[in-house]
């Protein structure tokens, strides 16, 4: 076993540096995004109040393409999330369970 072989194929890497998030920055992702969320749902409302006031609502309003993109990014965000928090809650529970076993041998 003392031969190396390396590999010498190259492939076009297609990974995204905004996408590929650490806990902390998917914390700040979540709540940037939960900010923008709200604060576009507020200009709606303020919206609609204006428009109510000039303009018949007999045309029903749609949802924005762009509100349905952010949520679903939120929505997997949260997801990643907990997910990522239950694995080091998994770990930190194996990680007692053997420090009990340590200390009882």
């Not at 990974?15 to 969320?37: C, F, P, Q, T």
């Not at 303020?46 to 952010?70: G, H, I, N, W």
């Not at 080091?88 to 990680?95: D, H, K, L, P």
Request: glycine share 2%; charged share 45%; net charge negative.
């Amino acid at each position: 076993m003392r031969h190396i072989a390396i590999d010498g194929t190259k492939i076009k890497a297609n990974a995204s540096r905004n996408k590929a998030m650490s806990y902390g920055r998917l914390v700040k992702e979540e709540e940037r995004l939960h900010k923008e969320i709200n604060e576009w749902f507020e200009d709606c409302d303020a919206t609609d109040r204006f428009e109510d006031e000039y303009y018949d609502d007999s045309c029903p309003d749609e949802p924005a393409k762009e509100m349905d993109q952010r949520q679903k990014r939120l929505d997997a965000i949260r997801k990643t999330r907990a997910a990522l928090e239950e694995e080091a809650r998994a770990g930190a529970e194996q990680e007692q369970e053997q420090r009990r076993a340590q200390a009882e041998a």
